[in-house]
């Protein structure tokens, strides 16, 4: 790829040299070039952008970062058009595993439910929640993963979100991660969580924004017919992993077994970032938004796709499925007419179950079955 040049850690000479003369330290590179944690000096940017415009080859610059470096509010170039942005989440479980999961096409398509080896055998969905997706933590358990998430989120709350704004009580960062892990897979309240944290809601708007721009949470739109109405109705929130919830929670499978509750919410949240992952790759470009009635229907998770074809997913905890379970999916259905292609509810039993025409119950396993 060329050379690298990381600005983060342990490597204060190429820290100093970026930031005291970013024109000359562009000027200088020898090549393709990936510089690491370009957040922590913004004005870079306008140098790499003359530098683009100078030489318009392809592949010149990688740039990678723990934050969203465009929305630095000391960043003046944008690099649009002369850049792709590409979000790189954490494994998903068939990355882990080493293979590419099918499930939305599956789901937005005519293929038929997974069956046989694909659903077979013992898994623990518990173990693939707590687990979450970020390397180091897959490959440490027990105390070792928790130390490692602990020192994450740490490095994130108090580094990466002084890089991106002046906030002046960074301490009250981690308790709000830990109210917002509490809520995980929630419609967002800032009147309650502003009570629950003791931040003015104005405030709180801020911080929630810089928790989203540093990758910890995840909002999930409402649906609905008209695109401008979707922007007016509360999203969900969902933290960006599994691992990090449960660290932020103290959740163990010891405490989770004691309350089962506490897994409801943590493994809406797994599955939605499962399919956020999903749709990165996906050829068929869908998004996804969850959907609530006026009337308290509600599906978990609504995927569009660039046709218009649509399709819901409700997650369930528990091992059996009954038709109540149906009652949001039916109403989207019914809304929907045509462009409703199917509703699932994921739960955690071994069989396909139909529940009715596009209705059916599949094992959680599908979501990650190759």
């Known amino acids: 790829m060329g050379e690298n040049y990381p600005l983060g850690g342990g490597f204060p000479p190429t820290l100093a040299a970026a930031a005291s003369d970013p024109e000359g330290f562009v000027r200088g590179l020898d090549g393709p070039a990936v510089i690491d944690e370009v957040q922590r000096v913004p ?3 306008p140098a790499i952008k003359v530098s683009v415009d100078r030489d318009r080859r392809a592949g010149r610059f990688l740039l990678t970062g723990s934050a969203n470096v465009l929305l630095l509010p000391r960043v003046s170039e944008s690099l649009a058009g002369r850049m792709e942005v590409h979000t ?13 999961e099918v499930f939305l096409d599956r789901l937005l398509g005519d293929a038929p439910a997974p069956s046989g080896s694909a659903l077979s055998g013992e898994d623990d969905v518990v ?12 490959e440490r358990s027990g105390r070792r993963r928790d ?14 979100v002084r890089d991106l704004a002046n906030v002046q009580r960074l301490a009250e960062l981690p308790h709000l991660l830990a109210l917002l892990a509490a809520r995980t897979s929630g419609l967002l309240n800032l009147a309650e969580l502003g009570r629950a944290a003791g931040v003015p809601q104005s405030t709180l708007q801020r911080y929630v924004t810089l928790l989203e721009h540093v990758y910890l949470v995840v909002p999930l739109p409402s649906w609905h017919t008209d695109v401008g109405k979707r922007l007016v109705k509360a999203p969900k929130l969902h933290l960006i992993d599994g691992g990090l919830a449960a660290h932020a929670l103290a959740a163990t499978p010891e405490r989770i077994g004691r309350d089962p509750t506490l897994l409801g919410s943590l493994l809406e949240s797994f599955v939605a970032m499962e399919l956020v992952k999903q749709c990165s790759w996906s050829v068929r470009s869908p998004r996804l938004h969850h959907y609530r009635t006026a009337k308290g229907a509600e599906v978990d998770l609504v995927i569009e796709d660039r046709r218009g074809a649509i399709a819901g997913v409700e997650v369930k905890a528990g091992a059996r499925v009954g038709a109540r379970d149906f009652r949001g999916l039916r109403e989207l259905a019914g809304a929907h007419g045509d462009r409703f292609i199917r509703g699932i509810v994921l739960y955690r039993g071994d069989a396909v ?18």
Do not use: C, M, N, T
């Open 147 to 160: 130390a490692w998430l602990a020192s994450y989120s740490g490095a994130v709350l108090q580094r990466d």
């Open 353 to 370: 179950v139909p529940f009715g025409e596009r209705l059916a119950a599949w094992p959680i396993q599908a979501l990650w079955a190759g």
């Open 88 to 100: 790189l989440w954490p494994f998903s479980q068939g990355e882990i595993a080493g293979h590419k």
């Open 43 to 45: 004005e870079l940017l």
């Open 127 to 138: 173990e693939r929640v707590l687990r979450g997706g970020f390397p180091p933590a897959v």
